[in-house]
Antibody, heavy 119, light 108 residues
Framework: QVHLQESGPGLVKPSQTLSLTCTVS??????????WSWIRQHPGKGLEWIGY???????YYNPSLKSRVDISVDTSKNEFSLKLSSVTAADTAVYYC???????????WGQGTMVTVSS | EIVLTQSPGTLSLSPGERVTLSCRAS???????LAWYQQKPGQAPRLLIY???SRATGIPDRFSGSGSGTDFTLTISRLEPEDFAVYYC?????????FGQGTKLEIK
């Protein structure tokens, strides 16, 4: 049973970089069968796809965030990471990591981690 | 970008009732790559339906999906108390992947 767990600071100052890690257990990121994604949800709002990465290092981002986002993978640790730069209060949200098998939607999600941008 | 519009925004219903939720896309969804999720307060979304009409593993058969092109529906044949939640549709056929704004099912 694949399990995803987000980790990282819950509070980030404006203009700084938000950094989160998703640790994958029960399965290998390197299997090549899935894309590994980040999705966020603003308080009381809907869901926004941030981007995803393939284990080879290929990444695809939402154009609305592309200039500020970097998703990377560490296959040796079986984890992938999100960096979002120049954050503002508008980036305050619950951030989820999720797995999407190729040609399928997000079937496994982490529990989510709340990140607040505030000085 | 494909915009997904869900209707209605909120539904007040009683257990045992049948409900149909709508999701309309601003352009055709490639290969019916349309999914439905259920989200309860404080929890991550749970995948219910993929490929417009296929139930995900472990999803009860009271949940069914249909549609193609730009119009999709999720039907719950007989509402159970645990079904009251927010439901989102999502397209994964074109980048950027997008979600609808959600439909909230509340107990009447």
């Amino acid at each position: 049973q694949v399990h995803l767990q987000e980790s990282g600071p819950g509070l980030v100052k404006p203009s700084q970089t938000l950094s989160l890690t998703c640790t994958v257990s029960g399965g290998s990121i390197s299997s090549g069968a899935s894309y590994w994604s980040w999705i966020r949800q603003h308080p009381g709002k809907g869901l926004e796809w941030i981007g995803y990465m393939y284990y080879s290092g290929s990444a695809y981002y939402n154009p609305s965030l592309k200039s500020r986002v970097d998703i990377s993978v560490d296959t040796s640790k079986n984890e992938f990471s999100l960096k979002l730069s120049s954050v503002t209060a508008a980036d305050t949200a619950v951030y989820y990591c999720a797995r999407a098998p190729i040609f399928l939607p997000f079937d496994i999600w982490g529990q989510g981690t709340m990140v607040t941008v505030s000085s | 970008e494909i915009v997904l519009t869900q209707s209605p925004g909120t539904l007040s219903l009683s257990p045992g009732e049948r409900v149909t939720l709508s999701c309309r896309a601003s352009q055709s969804v490639r290969s019916s790559y349309l999914a439905w999720y259920q989200q309860k307060p404080g929890q991550a979304p749970r995948l219910l339906i993929y490929g417009a009409s296929s139930r995900a593993t472990g999803i009860p058969d009271r949940f069914s999906g249909s549609g193609s092109g730009t119009d999709f529906t999720l039907t719950i044949s007989r509402l159970e108390p645990e079904d009251f939640a927010v439901y989102y549709c999502q397209q994964y056929g074109s980048s950027p992947y997008t979600f609808g704004q959600g439909t909230k099912l509340e107990i009447k």
